[in-house]
């Protein structure tokens, strides 16, 4: 899933004061379940802004609503912003860019975008994927290393690894687990293949795809 | 002699380093290798070592070679893309500097700049490569040179790496790239360097122990805390703790480990982090002060 923060709440008061009337729009999909953007948060933040808005004696009126999901036009037609005249997403960057460029007035993100992750715990998710468009997953035994190395490197831990933590000193490191994982499955000569520097104009050109004309439906 | 004919005539070598200034007087840095002058086959140039941002490498081998000194030009990838790693590649060869030393380099995080975006377009396994492709006339894309480079090139190895099973498949993933030699991260222990050296001597390359002269427990002790992949044994710190002068005990150790390594790899390096008037010093005491030419 994509996972999401809230931003502080003086730098969304910062974009929302200008305005008379906002309309909070949450995301029930990823937003929801990292607990950023769902229901529960839509309102939450509503209470927050009107409190923060009332001690800067700005008048603001909030209302809040929560779409299925933001980053498709099918969810934005239920959408009903009329006599708003500002949108605060609670959506990841997709959703949020896919609503300003659908209504005529001014849409602030609510939300950072972290990464793409899966949950570690209760409340708790790991960056797992950078979207590179060339997926190496297969020779690392499921690990990535373009995500998870500090340095994106591809063949092997750098000297700054000890005791099988990262240079940073806030991860494990990233090729510690792969050789030991390569290792469980009897795959430890593929560490030794060199893998060659990652072709980054694929990365570039991915602005758009089109799975139709990929032949695909 | 060049570090590469000292190393290939099996001759033991010695190599040291000298780091580029913070600003443009390079005064301090041409001292430090004057006073090596003779005694060294060659001088690292560290390449804004431990991500703080220096005076460039190259401008600074450059310093060195007009005043008939032999730099290794440190090349990390923290800094530069593909495209700029190949032509200071080309730049440092039209100025006749041929070692090079490929390393992934520090993170950023670790510098004074830590806001700064990481490159890391390559990594040390591809820079040998890379280095290996201009040294056959082309540059990575294929397209062919005009005028080829003569790389002696080079990496870093790890040996107290823990775990260091990982760390001695990247040694043979670097050899296979193309490393002629190999400078080691600082050394204590010889009895576990002399096992990594029965691994590495089945390989193609040659291997120079590194030495960081101790100059205090406390130091010691901060090394094993605060350095990856550097292990002081106890013992040492024990000897060090109870010495009346640490630093002459400090040049004993590494004069001590000299010895029982030499003749189990090709060569020493000898960084100075900080106290570049030991090496000297070390050289003297290990006997290794005359460099034959
Ligand atoms: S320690 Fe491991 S994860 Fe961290 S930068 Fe080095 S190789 Fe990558």
């Not at chain 1, 929801?32 to 953007?37: E, R």
């Not at chain 2, 080829?148 to 080079?154: D, K, Q, R, S, W």
């Not at chain 2, 190999?182 to 590495?200: I, N, P």
Request: proline share 4%; with cysteine.
């Amino acid at each position: 899933m994509i996972v999401v923060r809230q931003k502080p709440v003086d730098e969304i008061c910062a974009f929302v004061t200008r305005h008379r009337r906002v309309l909070l729009v949450g995301c029930n999909t990823c937003a929801a379940v990292a607990l950023a953007g769902g229901e529960k948060e839509v309102d939450l933040m509503a209470e927050l802004l009107r409190l923060a808005t009332s001690r800067k004696a700005s008048f603001v009126e909030f209302s809040g609503t929560v779409l299925t999901r933001q980053c498709e036009p099918e969810f934005l037609e239920q959408l009903d912003s009329e006599g708003y005249d500002a949108i605060l997403s609670m959506a990841c960057g997709a959703g949020v860019a896919l609503l300003a460029s659908s209504v005529d007035v001014p849409v602030y993100p609510a939300l950072d975008t972290l990464f793409i992750g899966a949950a570690q715990g209760l409340a708790s998710w790991e960056a797992e994927c950078s979207a590179c468009g060339q997926c190496v997953l297969g020779r690392t035994a499921g690990i990535c290393p373009i995500t998870r190395c500090a340095k994106g490197i591809l063949n092997g831990p750098c000297g700054g690894m000890s005791d099988g933590r990262c240079e940073l000193g806030d991860r494990d490191c990233a090729w510690v687990l792969i050789f030991q994982r390569l290792e469980k499955f009897g795959r430890s000569e593929e560490f030794l293949e060199i893998a060659e520097p990652k072709d980054h104009s694929l990365r570039t050109r991915l602005v758009t795809w089109d799975a139709h004309e990929d032949g695909i439906r | 002699m060049s570090l590469r004919e000292a190393l290939e005539s099996g001759r033991f070598a010695v190599t040291s380093e000298v780091g580029p200034p913070k600003g443009t007087d390079v005064s301090q840095m041409l001292d430090t290798a004057e006073k090596l002058r003779g005694h060294v086959d060659a001088l690292n140039v560290t390449d804004n070592q431990a991500a703080v941002m220096r005076l460039c490498t190259l401008a600074a081998c450059v310093h060195l070679a007009q005043k008939g000194h032999e730099p290794v030009l440190q090349v990390t990838c923290r800094d530069r893309n593909r495209l700029s790693i190949q032509s200071d590649l080309l730049g440092a060869a039209s100025f006749g500097i041929t070692n090079v030393l490929a390393l992934t380099g520090d993170h950023v995080i670790m510098g004074d700049h830590p806001q700064a975006k990481a490159v890391f377009d390559l990594e040390s396994v591809q820079l040998l490569e890379v280095v290996g492709a201009l040294n056959n006339g082309t540059d990575m894309a294929g397209n062919d040179l005009s005028g080829t480079p003569e790389f002696f090139v080079g990496a870093v190895v790890t040996p107290d790496a823990h775990p260091i099973e990982p760390q001695l498949a990247k040694f043979e993933k670097k050899v296979r790239a193309g490393a002629n030699y190999f400078q080691t991260q600082a050394v204590y222990d010889s009895e576990s360097f002399l096992g990594f050296m029965e691994t590495a001597r089945s390989f193609d390359a040659k291997v120079l122990a590194g030495i960081v002269v101790l100059r205090s427990a406390g130091m010691a002790r901060f090394m094993n805390k605060n350095i990856p992949g550097i292990t002081v044994p106890d013992a040492i710190i024990a000897e060090l703790a109870s010495a009346q002068d640490p630093v002459a005990v400090g040049i004993e150790i590494a004069v001590r480990f000299i010895n029982d390594v030499r003749d189990s790899c090709d060569g020493v390096h000898i960084m100075a982090v900080g106290a570049e008037h030991l090496v000297p010093r070390v050289l003297d005491a290990a006997g290794l002060w005359e460099v034959p030419s």
